[in-house]
C-alpha cells in the first residue's frame, strides 16, 4: 500500500521568498505524484504530475517538483512567492492499479506581505 | 473548455432529508469519482464509478449512495444527513486506459453542504 507524508500542516513565507512544501511518499512499486493546488471553496487543480519521465517535472504557476527515489521525496518549490499562491497544497500518490489516489494531509501556505 | 461541473455550489438540507449532489463532465472520462472532504482535512474517496461499474470504499456509510446514468453525469445521494455530513464534496474524473497505466484525476469546484 502507498503512502503520503506532507511535512508541516501551515508554512508561511514572505513575498518574493522562496517556497518549499515538502512531500514524501512510500510506495512498494514505482509511483505517479501529483501536487494539487486548492483555493479556498474550491475544488483542487492539478500543479503538476511525476510519470516516470524526468524526474525534474515544471507545472503550472511557476512551481515545479523534483522527484528524489533515495530519498523518496517530491518537494514542490517556487523561487519566488506571490500573495496568489496563498492556498492549500496536496501532494498524491498513485500506483498502477486504478487510478487511486492516496493523499497527504495538506499544508497550507500563507503569504505575508 | 472541457471540465467537470457541480450543481450546486452550495446545498443546504435539514437534517434527516434527503440530498442529491450532482456532477457532469465534457472530458468523456470512463472513471468518475466522490470525495468527501471536511475542513483542514484531505479529500476521502467515497466511491467511483468505472463506466458502469460501481466500486465502493470500505469505510463509505451506507448513508451514501450513486447513480451514474451515462457517461457524463454522476450524482451522490445521502438519504439520511446527518451533521457529521457536512462537507465539501467533490467530483473528480480520469481516463483509464487498458495495462498498467495512471491518468491524472480532474476535479470539479465542490459542493459546500451544511447540514441543518
Known amino acids: 500500500a502507498q503512502s503520503v507524508t506532507q511535512l508541516g500542516s501551515h508554512v508561511s513565507v514572505s513575498e518574493g521568498a522562496l517556497v518549499l512544501l515538502r512531500c514524501n511518499y512510500s510506495?512498494?512499486?514505482?509511483?505517479?505524484l501529483f501536487w494539487y493546488v486548492q483555493y479556498p471553496n474550491q475544488g483542487l487543480q492539478l500543479l503538476l504530475k511525476?510519470?516516470?519521465?524526468?524526474?525534474l517535472v515544471k507545472g503550472i504557476n511557476g512551481f515545479e517538483a523534483e522527484f528524489k527515489k533515495s530519498e523518496t521525496s517530491f518537494h514542490l518549490t517556487k523561487p519566488s512567492a506571490h500573495m496568489s499562491d496563498a492556498a492549500e497544497y496536496f501532494c498524491?500518490?498513485?500506483?498502477?492499479?486504478?487510478?487511486?489516489?492516496?493523499f497527504g494531509g495538506g499544508t497550507r501556505l500563507m503569504v505575508k506581505p | 473548455d472541457a471540465m467537470v461541473i457541480q450543481n450546486p455550489r452550495y446545498q443546504v438540507t435539514q437534517f434527516g432529508k434527503p440530498v442529491t449532489l450532482s456532477c457532469s463532465q465534457t472530458?468523456?472520462?470512463?472513471?468518475m469519482y466522490w470525495y468527501q472532504q471536511k475542513s483542514s482535512q484531505a479529500p476521502k474517496l467515497l466511491f467511483h464509478?468505472?463506466?458502469?461499474?460501481?466500486?465502493n470504499e470500505a469505510d463509505t456509510p451506507d448513508n451514501f449512495q450513486s447513480r451514474r446514468p451515462n457517461t457524463s453525469f454522476c450524482f451522490l445521494d445521502i438519504r439520511s444527513p446527518g451533521l457529521g455530513d457536512a462537507a465539501m464534496y467533490l467530483c473528480?474524473?480520469?481516463?483509464?486506459?487498458?495495462?498498467?497505466?495512471?491518468?491524472?484525476?480532474?476535479f470539479g469546484p465542490g459542493t459546500r453542504l451544511t447540514v441543518l
Open positions: 464509478y468505472y463506466d458502469k461499474d460501481f466500486n
Open positions: 472530458l468523456n472520462h470512463n472513471v
Open positions: 510506495s512498494s512499486v514505482p509511483p505517479y
Open positions: 498524491a500518490v498513485s500506483v498502477n492499479a486504478g487510478n487511486m489516489l492516496t
Open positions: 511525476y510519470t516516470s519521465a524526468a524526474t
Open positions: 473528480a474524473t480520469s481516463r483509464r486506459a487498458g495495462g498498467a497505466t495512471t491518468d491524472t484525476q480532474y
